[in-house]
């Protein structure tokens, strides 16, 4: 079974360009996360998904920022308009539903940087 | 806020030598984790302690849990130059999103 796979790991956009981040959950998993790193500092949750459903999205910056998880295919993190603020790591993790997140998987990953 | 917050923010030992580190919350838990991140690496799962679970232990780990003092430890014992790095802890709040809330981090070195 393999782990929560992001792409790219990587990512480099100019001011003004749009950023799309891919999370693919393990397999089983229907609960999606993204969580944000700013350099020298922990992890800070942006929104919780389900399949086709955004359930919690009260980490998530009101503009420039959107998030989905369709029915079919990997979750993406899109980032509009990219600032040089929004350089960091971006981390999705996934959960089996009926868990509660209990334990969340998280991938490796996506270190965007805006120059 | 809800964050939980690592204590010391940074630690240097010697090889062989113990580390502790702590974590304090505010409300009600349904879980604390701890994770380990290698500079500019991703996220490595070190060990979950539910709230209802005093201490537990994965190989040269120890991890304790005082939910009357909302407060959790993580042990490292007999340290090695490869225990460098920062170390999180994310907690599971009760009746809340299922949304993890990490503290700042510690950055352990190890000296060799």
């Known amino acids: 079974n393999a782990g929560v796979m992001q792409n790219p790991r990587h990512l480099v956009r100019r001011r003004g360009q749009e950023a799309r981040l891919r999370c693919s959950p393990m397999?089983?998993?229907?609960?999606v996360y993204w969580y944000r790193q700013l350099p020298e500092e922990g992890l800070k949750f942006m929104v919780y998904l389900q399949k086709e459903n955004i359930i919690d999205e009260s980490g998530m910056p009101k503009e420039r920022f959107s998030a989905e998880f369709p029915k079919e295919g990997p979750s993406i993190l899109r980032i509009q308009q990219v600032v040089r603020g929004d350089s960091a790591a971006y981390f999705c993790?996934?959960?089996?539903?009926?868990?509660?997140?209990?334990?969340?998987?998280f991938g490796p990953g996506t270190r965007l940087t805006v120059l | 806020s809800q964050q939980g917050e690592e204590d010391p923010q940074a630690l240097s030992i010697q090889e062989g030598e113990n580390a502790t580190m702590n974590c304090s919350y505010k409300?009600?838990?349904?879980?604390l984790q701890w994770y380990r991140q290698n500079s500019g690496r991703g996220l490595v799962h070190l060990i979950l302690i539910r709230s209802n679970e005093r201490e537990k232990h994965s190989g040269r780990l120890r991890v304790t849990l005082d939910t009357s003092k909302k407060s959790s430890s993580l042990l490292i014992t007999a340290s090695r130059a490869a225990d460098t790095a920062s170390y999180f802890c994310?907690?599971?709040?009760?009746?809340?999103?299922?949304?993890?809330?990490f503290g700042k981090g510690m950055k352990l070195t190890v000296n060799p």
């Open positions: 993790a996934s959960s089996p539903p009926g868990t509660g997140g209990f334990e969340q998987f």
């Open positions: 397999k089983g998993h229907s609960h």
């Open positions: 409300t009600s838990i349904n879980n």
């Open positions: 994310a907690i599971l709040f009760q009746g809340g999103s299922e949304k993890l809330v």
